[in-house]
């Protein structure tokens, strides 16, 4: 992921292998492992909810659009980090199954990419800003 090689870091989480036993399962706990920790980041980067972090999604030429026009997978991604970062574990859930029962295999392969670049980049930020990092996140990405 951190060299941009997308279909790389997917071959290792496969998630548009959906059909193999027991493999939903495993995507969708690596989906709210990672909504899980990137939320935490969110908290740790907002000073502990004293400082609020705005979450904005935006078009190919770079505008702001609104979460609700977003593509399908990016909206689920926000609207699940949305969830964990307000405590809502059971609404983060529900859109992650949403996405694995309805979504099509790409775009299930979209919002994974999505959880690992947002993994990436918080954690980039909170240890530039000396901010802790879980040790599995800093040691992978060391």
């Known amino acids: 992921m951190q060299l941009g090689r997308d279909d790389e870091a997917l071959d290792y989480v496969a998630p548009s292998a959906g059909d193999e036993p027991g493999r939903t399962d495993e995507i969708r706990e690596l989906m709210m492992l990672l909504?899980?920790?990137?939320?935490?980041?969110?908290?740790?980067?907002?000073?502990?909810?004293?400082?609020?972090?705005?979450?904005?999604?935006?078009?190919?030429?770079?505008?702001?659009?609104?979460?609700?026009?977003?593509?399908?997978?990016?909206?689920?991604?926000?609207?699940?980090?949305?969830?964990?970062?307000?405590?809502?574990?059971?609404?983060?859930?529900?859109?992650?199954?949403?996405?694995?029962?309805?979504?099509?295999?790409?775009?299930?392969?979209?919002?994974?990419?999505q959880a690992l670049r947002w993994t990436i980049r918080l954690s980039a930020e909170c240890q530039a800003r000396a901010l802790p990092v879980t040790s599995w996140i800093s040691d992978t990405l060391s």
């Open 35 to 113: 909504f899980g920790e990137c939320s935490a980041m969110v908290t740790v980067l907002g000073d502990g909810g004293n400082a609020p972090v705005k979450v904005q999604v935006f078009d190919e030429t770079g505008e702001e659009v609104p979460i609700d026009e977003a593509d399908p997978p990016v909206r689920t991604a926000v609207r699940t980090l949305l969830a964990e970062v307000h405590g809502n574990t059971e609404a983060a859930q529900e859109q992650v199954e949403i996405a694995l029962t309805s979504a099509a295999p790409d775009e299930v392969d979209s919002l994974v990419l």
